[in-house]
């Protein structure tokens, strides 16, 4: 839990930095407002019991429920954030940090702007983050859904199998291109020389002058779709470069991220292990943070299918936890599980009730400070217990010192001991609390 509230600290004060509100929703929604907006990944829904004809089901992610809150409420604009729990009926891997329950943490941009504004500050919110957790080195991958439809449409895939191979795509950076070429043609009935084409746009990946490559390729250029996806991810560069972090940013055209309601930019950031041989390939971690814009989903909640565009990103902080707590384990980092500053301690017998005194003195002054739940502890106990868990400081008040009004302030680590007067014990706490 330290691990977890330290990092969360620094997602959500970013996430305030760049202005954004909170908002809190269920955990589960109508089962009919979660149907058909994740493509394949569907069947992965929690559905609760049927308990008097109201079907429910927990969500699955925090995007769906954003768009329902945004079209019930008639909401136009917002800028919000939202951490909480989602689940999904996958096989968990602990080692990767992927589980059934887990937490995310949102970002998102509702409203009519600009074009590619919004959406370079929720890449530059994603470096924000992913550098000041100190992960590593890492990359992120941009693409926009727009394109891909054109490469479809130019290799000439069929518009109905447009989400089929989008998310056999999607899986490219867990299989190679020969097995995910083999579930296009096999599973899903496409023409080996369409999947072969499709091959040859989907291994390129590059920077800004892969777009205007694009734009030279006589087929997709002539493609309305992906003109405009190329147009936008053209300024999107400009405007990354002026955040001064474009060389971050790989445009990618493998990327396709299986959900079904992305509508133009999409992007996905993937840590980089650095190998130990110079020239060799990095290699992937795996993703730890993604987003995208979405433009049609609040509309299809809305009665009359009002539209609000969105733009969002999603930090996958479990996998961000269990990388760090792996690190701490590798180079033996003992971490501190409670926040204790103070020990009321006793040498002697029949202390309790100065013990009790004294503690309600500290915490009432805001002190953070603990005692032993015993008439009679032993002091080796009690200063044992100070070691084993970090807590700095120690007071000790036995008869000689309730004799000369006094109480021994002991330094844990150093072990040296001062007595201070009954009434400047406090402020001394504080003192030496704010200088460590």
Known sequence: MVVREKILDMVVSCFKRHGAKGLDTPAFELKEMLTEKYGEDSMLIYDLKDQGGELLSLRYDLTVPFARYLAMNKVKKMKRYHVGKVWRRESPTIVQGRYREFCQCDFDIAGQFDPMIPDAECLKIMCEIL?????????????????????????????????????????????????????????????????????????????????EQMFQDSELSQNQHALEGLRDLKLLFEYL??????????????????????????????????????????????????????????????????????????????????????????????????????????????????????????????????????????????????????????VIIGEQELKEGVIKLRSVASREEVAIKRENLVAEIQKRLSES
Request: with cysteine; glycine share 10%.
């Open 131 to 211: 550098s000041g957790l100190q992960l590593g080195d890492f990359l992120i991958k941009v693409n926009d859904r727009r394109i891909l439809d054109g490469i479809f449409a130019v290799c000439g895939i069929p518009e109905s199998k447009f989400h089929a191979i989008c998310s056999s795509i999607d899986k490219l950076d867990k299989m190679s291109w020969k097995d995910v070429r083999h579930e296009m043609v096999a599973k899903k009935g496409l023409a080996p020389e369409v999947a072969d084409r499709i091959g040859d746009y989907v291994q390129c990946h590059g920077g800004v002058s892969l777009v």
């Open 241 to 394: 470069t002026l955040f001064g972090v474009a060389e971050k940013i790989s445009f990618d055209l493998s990327l396709a991220r299986g959900l079904d309601y992305y509508t133009g930019v999409i992007y996905e950031a993937v840590l980089l292990q650095t190998s130990a041989r110079a020239g060799e390939e990095p290699l992937n971690v795996g993703s730890v943070a993604a987003g995208g814009r979405y433009d049609g989903l609040v509309g299809m909640f809305d009665p009359k299918g009002h539209k609000v565009p969105c733009v969002g990103l999603s930090i996958g902080v479990e996998r961000i936890f269990s990388i760090v707590e792996q690190r701490m384990k590798n180079v033996g980092e003992k971490i501190r599980t409670t926040e204790t500053e103070v020990f009321v301690a006793t040498p002697q017998k029949n202390f309790l009730q100065e013990r009790l005194k004294l503690i309600a003195e500290l915490w009432d002054a805001g002190i953070k400070a603990e005692l032993m739940y015993k008439n009679n502890p032993k002091l080796l106990t009690q200063l044992r217990y100070c070691e084993n868990m970090g807590i700095p400081l120690m």
